[in-house]
């Protein structure tokens, strides 16, 4: 595969320096790219670095993740409006590890090939330099007016923020270029990728591994992923989209990525699918015969979620989401944790009934009508039921002579009340 090739019609190049394509062609190559651990998971952000590496492996070269340690106690300037806040040791420890099980699902770490994917940590190389060492060592190489050209900085000088720049920030490009000149000394690691904003990091790290080491390294930058209405990718009401399933479920990362407009899920599909050329032409084609059915939307949830958390989690989103549909069964509310439940009935109705009451066994009349106003009076309670038109939890309520006891609660807290096919209400037991 001819990964400048495979990147290039997927959309996933933005700036690429000459030379890099005929060195991959030549020689397997190193190449890293850099993740922020300010969180002890991994966002759909940070997954189109991710997939870059993915492809490069797959491409027969040897992928390196760098975990920023030491630059996520200083925090990028590129694209902040503000200094961010920093971490100890001990927590950037921590969300190393969690990211490179994340990492798992996407890279192979653990085989004995010349391509295994490989994890490394800045601080670890740069925690015993010190703050002379560096200046003298690294600091001589890069003019002052060499770094204050970069947008990241100029873009901050300039703009309106009243806390400027700080000294700290300022020498970010320094030491993120040092870790390129490191890596391509140690790893023979001779390219760098990242997003568009990171460019003038990324060259400040070739232009020293020029001056320092005489040798010459190359750079690949995709764009940054937006939104056809503008809005930031990746991003919701509730905030970021995550990997781990204990901050964002596997339901409602299913969603995120069902819910993409027909325009994002064309662009989407070739970014973050492993999905062949003319497959993903053949797919596009299909969709756009018959846009309504979102052919293109559900397979690039699927393909998506699968990667991510696996194909029993993607069945389980997919049966929760067609319960609003009528299709789901009572199984399917069983197995739900609460966090799914209360993402799948967002927004229904909810009524809050004593426990005690439940505990002790209602009549479906009172529990419907009096408790919770579910219906407007006992009388259209029982012409409903008697008409077939009501279940509890996914199952026909059969007389209007019902009790509902304690079993029937999901999570021991909630019963999923059902009038007719759509319309849901959710009664809580408290």
């Known amino acids: 595969m001819n990964f400048v090739e495979e990147l290039n019609w997927r959309g996933m190049i933005h700036d690429i320096m000459p030379g890099t394509e005929e060195l991959l062609k030549n020689e397997l190559t190193s190449a890293y790219v850099g993740i922020d651990p300010t969180a002890d998971s991994l966002h759909i952000g940070h997954l189109v670095g991710v997939m870059m590496l993915k492809h490069f492996q797959a491409a027969g070269h040897k992928p390196i993740v760098l975990v920023g340690g030491a ?3 200083i925090g990028d300037p590129s694209m902040k409006s503000s200094e961010r806040n920093l971490l100890d040791e001990p927590t950037l420890r921590h969300n190393q590890e969690c990211i490179k099980n994340q990492l798992s699902r996407f890279l192979d770490f653990d085989s004995d090939v010349p391509t295994r994917a490989e994890m490394v940590n800045n601080y670890d190389w740069m925690k015993e330099f010190t703050f002379l060492d560096f200046i003298r060592d690294i600091g001589k190489h890069i003019t002052v007016n060499y770094m204050m050209s970069k947008d990241s900085v100029k873009k901050r000088i300039s703009g309106d923020s009243r806390e ?3 000294f700290t920030e300022f020498t970010y490009q320094l030491v993120q270029g040092y870790d390129y000149l490191h890596l391509f000394k140690t790893k023979n690691c ?5 997003g568009s904003d990171q460019w003038g990091n990324i060259t400040t790290g070739t232009e020293l591994i020029r001056r320092v080491a005489g040798g010459e390294a190359f750079a690949l930058t995709c764009p940054l992923i937006t939104k056809a209405d503008g809005g930031k990718f990746g991003k919701t009401e509730s905030g970021n989209v995550w990997l781990d399933p204990e901050r964002t479920s596997p339901y409602q990362f299913f969603q995120f990525w069902l819910n993409t407009s027909d325009a994002d899920a064309e662009k989407y599909i070739k970014i973050f699918t492993l999905i062949p050329r003319t ?3 053949a797919l596009v084609a299909e969709h756009q015969e018959a846009p309504h059915m979102r052919l293109l939307q559900k397979r690039l949830a699927e ?8 194909r029993e989690a993607y069945d389980f989103a997919l049966e929760a989401s067609q319960i609003l549909f009528g299709k789901g ?13 209360l993402s799948v009935f967002d927004g229904v109705p909810v009524f809050e009934v004593p426990r005690a009451m439940i505990d002790g066994g209602v009549n479906v009349l009172d529990l419907l009508s009096d408790a919770a106003a579910v219906f407007p009076s006992k009388g259209d309670a029982r012409r409903t039921i008697a008409g077939g038109g009501v279940s509890i939890n996914k199952e026909k309520v059969e007389s209007h002579e019902a009790t509902v006891h304690a079993s029937a609660l999901l999570n021991n807290k909630y019963i999923l009340v059902q009038k007719g096919k759509k319309s849901y209400s959710l009664i809580i037991a408290i």
């Open 71 to 73: 630059t996520g106690m």
């Open 164 to 166: 400027g720049l700080s």
């Open 190 to 194: 001779k390219l760098q990728m990242g």
């Open 279 to 281: 497959e993903v032409a």
């Open 303 to 310: 393909e998506v979620t699968v990667m991510v958390h696996g």
């Open 329 to 341: 069964a009572t199984e399917t509310l069983r197995k739900m944790d609460e966090k799914t439940l």
